[in-house]
């Protein structure tokens, strides 16, 4: 994908899936959700970079138990839109996790590599617990078996932009969830 204009970038926006106020609502929901699990507790919310940036800014904002925020960075290798099941952790987190209920926030689960291999490192650290919240969940692309704890949108196998997803980089600032167009532009 090569983007030149305005008329490029647009051209790769198929359809609109899940709209702001969408995204909004199941955020709101999901945050009751989590200070009902951790009633008082505090947690460390774990951002997987750099999809997760836009989730975690809203998700951290609908959340009332006591907070920190801490940031990693895996890298999960693309062919294209296909991932081609390498996972490197380019970016650790800062916090000695055996300190905190962790909870991992996502942007997508997609063959379930990343997160397969984030929790996998991460408990070998002994957290004192751990769970997964994720905004998009792609089960029909599952390579490696994984379950969210929290999921707060279940798709088809579209490749998805918007809110913090990329393709090529590009589309993580939109406001919404859209179908990528894979057409040649
Ligand atoms: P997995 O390791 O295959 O589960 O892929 C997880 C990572 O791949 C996500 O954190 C995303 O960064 C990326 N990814 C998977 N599907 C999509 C998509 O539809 N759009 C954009 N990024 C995606
Ligand atoms: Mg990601």
Redesign the pocket.
Same mark, same amino acid.
């Given at each position: 994908m090569d983007i030149k204009s305005v008329q490029d970038f647009e051209k790769g926006i198929k359809r609109v899936l899940i709209t702001e106020e969408q995204i909004k609502n199941a955020i709101k929901e999901a945050g009751k959700e989590i200070d009902k699990l951790y009633d008082g507790r505090p947690i460390l919310l774990v951002s /997987?970079l750099k #999809?997760a940036f836009v989730f975690m800014a809203d998700l951290a904002r609908a959340v009332s138990v006591p907070c920190e925020i801490g940031f990693m960075c895996a890298k @999960?290798y693309y062919n294209g $839109?296909s @991932?081609c099941g390498v +996972?490197q952790i380019t970016m650790d987190l800062e916090q000695n996790v055996k300190d905190y209920h962790v909870v991992i926030v996502? !942007?997508? /689960? !997609? $063959? #379930?590599?990343? %997160?397969n291999d984030v929790c996998k490192a991460l408990r070998t650290r002994n957290p004192i617990s751990l769970h997964v919240v994720t905004l998009l969940d792609?089960p029909s692309r599952r390579i490696v078996e994984f379950e969210p704890d929290i999921s707060l949108f279940t798709i088809e196998d579209?490749? +998805? /932009?918007g809110y913090g %997803? !990329?393709?090529a980089e590009y589309y993580r600032n939109l406001p919404y969830i859209a179908e990528f167009n894979n057409e040649k532009l």
């Open positions: /997987i #999809g @999960s $839109t @991932s +996972v996502e !942007d997508i /689960i !997609d $063959t #379930g590599r990343t %997160l792609k579209h490749f +998805v /932009i %997803l !990329d393709c």
